[in-house]
């Protein structure tokens, strides 16, 4: 038999419509506000949609958030009071997948593509900060009209 959880603040949570991990940081009004670990806008679900995270899906969260101490600098009386992290051999994928029918995901996974190819850009080089900006804009926008930060054209791709 499966026992009850139920999210907390400062705990991670599993948004289950989208498989999202974040750290609950208020619950009001019959909402849980989560936000993506390491920073990142939050947003709301209904606290029965939440499930608790996975030790895995933890320990991925985990390595966003604590902070690296150099060997050189660490000393015996410090520590953390969780163990270390132990992440898995075949880590999942951390790129933002586009939403459908999206015109702005859309339009940012083209961009993201032309950038790491080099084709479609001016000068045919690779430009990964503008392909990782690209995975922002797609993570990170609300799915409603605003103005974009990217070109108005679509890359021309180069052969």
Request: aromatic residues 2%.
């Given at each position: 038999m499966a026992y009850d959880w139920a999210p907390t603040t400062g705990t991670y949570a599993v948004d289950a419509t989208n498989d999202r991990i974040g750290e609950v940081r208020r619950l009001l009004e019959g909402a849980a506000?989560?936000?993506?670990?390491?920073?990142?806008?939050e947003w709301a679900?209904?606290?029965d949609q939440l499930r608790k995270p996975?030790?895995?899906?933890?320990?991925?969260?985990l390595t966003w958030t604590r902070p690296v101490v150099s060997r050189a600098?660490?000393?015996?009386?410090?520590?953390y009071p969780e163990p270390t992290v132990v992440l898995p051999v075949?880590?999942?994928?951390?790129?933002?997948?586009?939403?459908?029918?999206?015109?702005?995901?859309?339009?940012?996974?083209?961009w993201r593509r032309a950038y790491r190819t080099g084709?479609?850009?001016m000068d045919g080089y690779t430009d990964y900060s503008a392909a990782l900006d690209c995975?922002?804009?797609i993570r990170n926008h609300?799915?409603?009209?605003?103005?974009?930060?990217?070109?108005?054209a679509a890359p021309a791709l180069r052969p």
């Open positions: 506000y989560l936000a993506p670990p390491g920073g990142g806008r679900v209904r606290p996975t030790a895995e899906e933890r320990a991925r969260a600098h660490a000393t015996r009386h410090r520590g075949r880590a999942p994928s951390l790129e933002p997948v586009p939403v459908q029918d999206c015109k702005v995901c859309a339009h940012a996974a083209a084709k479609g850009t995975s922002l804009e609300p799915h409603e009209p605003r103005v974009m930060g990217l070109p108005t």
